[in-house]
Protein backbone atom coordinates (compact mmCIF):
# COMPACT_ATOMS: atom_id res chain seq x y z
CA UNK A 1 0.00 0.00 0.00
CA UNK A 2 0.98 3.56 -0.71
CA UNK A 3 0.17 4.94 2.63
CA UNK A 4 2.54 2.44 4.64
CA UNK A 5 3.75 4.17 8.12
CA UNK A 6 1.96 7.41 7.15
CA UNK A 7 -1.21 8.28 9.39
CA UNK A 8 -3.91 8.90 7.53
CA UNK A 9 -7.50 9.51 7.88
CA UNK A 10 -9.95 6.64 6.43
CA UNK A 11 -13.83 6.55 5.38
CA UNK A 12 -15.71 4.40 6.00
CA UNK A 13 -19.00 3.90 3.79
CA UNK A 14 -21.31 1.40 4.95
CA UNK A 15 -24.16 -0.10 2.85
CA UNK A 16 -26.45 -3.35 3.44
CA UNK A 17 -23.74 -4.17 5.81
CA UNK A 18 -20.85 -4.33 3.90
CA UNK A 19 -18.22 -1.45 4.54
CA UNK A 20 -16.27 0.24 2.20
CA UNK A 21 -12.86 2.13 2.60
CA UNK A 22 -11.86 4.97 1.17
CA UNK A 23 -8.46 6.79 2.05
CA UNK A 24 -9.08 10.45 2.68
CA UNK A 25 -5.25 11.65 2.89
CA UNK A 26 -4.69 15.32 4.64
CA UNK A 27 -2.18 17.86 3.89
CA UNK A 28 0.05 16.13 6.97
CA UNK A 29 -0.27 12.83 5.17
CA UNK A 30 0.44 14.12 1.33
CA UNK A 31 3.08 16.38 2.51
CA UNK A 32 5.30 13.29 4.79
CA UNK A 33 4.18 11.14 1.92
CA UNK A 34 5.59 13.75 -0.88
CA UNK A 35 9.02 13.70 1.22
CA UNK A 36 9.91 9.90 -0.29
CA UNK A 37 11.21 9.14 3.71
CA UNK A 38 11.83 5.32 4.14
CA UNK A 39 9.29 3.49 5.86
CA UNK A 40 9.50 3.36 10.01
CA UNK A 41 7.81 1.44 12.67
CA UNK A 42 5.48 4.01 14.75
CA UNK A 43 5.51 1.65 17.46
CA UNK A 44 9.51 1.79 18.08
CA UNK A 45 10.56 5.62 16.55
CA UNK A 46 8.94 8.31 18.22
CA UNK A 47 8.63 12.27 17.73
CA UNK A 48 10.50 12.07 14.33
CA UNK A 49 11.78 15.19 12.00
CA UNK A 50 10.56 15.28 8.79
CA UNK A 51 14.03 17.39 7.78
CA UNK A 52 13.39 16.68 4.16
CA UNK A 53 12.87 19.46 0.87
CA UNK A 54 9.86 19.92 -1.34
CA UNK A 55 9.73 21.26 -4.39
CA UNK A 56 7.14 23.99 -5.74
CA UNK A 57 5.51 21.36 -8.00
CA UNK A 58 5.72 19.32 -5.58
CA UNK A 59 3.69 21.62 -3.72
CA UNK A 60 1.37 22.60 -6.08
CA UNK A 61 0.93 18.82 -6.65
CA UNK A 62 -0.19 18.60 -2.94
CA UNK A 63 -2.31 21.91 -3.31
CA UNK A 64 -4.42 20.67 -5.95
CA UNK A 65 -5.42 17.30 -4.16
CA UNK A 66 -6.02 19.42 -1.12
CA UNK A 67 -8.60 21.94 -2.90
CA UNK A 68 -12.15 20.46 -2.82
CA UNK A 69 -11.48 19.96 0.73
CA UNK A 70 -9.85 23.38 1.85
CA UNK A 71 -12.15 26.10 3.22
CA UNK A 72 -9.79 28.82 1.25
CA UNK A 73 -11.97 30.79 -0.88
CA UNK A 74 -9.13 30.84 -3.85
CA UNK A 75 -5.89 29.02 -4.74
CA UNK A 76 -3.05 31.13 -3.01
CA UNK A 77 -5.38 30.63 0.32
CA UNK A 78 -5.10 26.54 -0.26
CA UNK A 79 -1.14 26.97 -0.47
CA UNK A 80 -0.89 29.02 2.70
CA UNK A 81 -2.76 25.89 4.54
CA UNK A 82 0.03 23.83 3.21
CA UNK A 83 2.80 25.87 3.62
CA UNK A 84 1.88 26.10 7.28
CA UNK A 85 1.28 22.27 7.54
CA UNK A 86 4.80 22.04 5.89
CA UNK A 87 6.27 24.14 8.84
CA UNK A 88 4.71 22.34 11.53
CA UNK A 89 5.86 19.02 9.66
CA UNK A 90 9.13 20.70 9.84
CA UNK A 91 10.14 20.22 6.43
CA UNK A 92 11.30 23.43 3.81
CA UNK A 93 10.12 23.68 0.12
CA UNK A 94 12.92 25.01 -2.03
CA UNK A 95 15.23 25.41 0.41
CA UNK A 96 13.26 27.70 2.69
CA UNK A 97 11.24 28.11 4.87
CA UNK A 98 7.67 27.58 4.83
CA UNK A 99 7.11 31.07 6.63
CA UNK A 100 9.56 32.80 4.53
CA UNK A 101 7.48 32.15 1.25
CA UNK A 102 4.21 33.15 2.94
CA UNK A 103 4.82 36.56 2.91
Keep these: STWKGIRVTVRLTIQNRAAKVDVEPNATSLVIKQLKEPLRDRKKTKNIKHSGNLTKAQ ?18 GTVKEVLGTCNAVGCTVDGCKPIALQE
Design 59 to 76: LFDIVRQMRPKSLAREFK
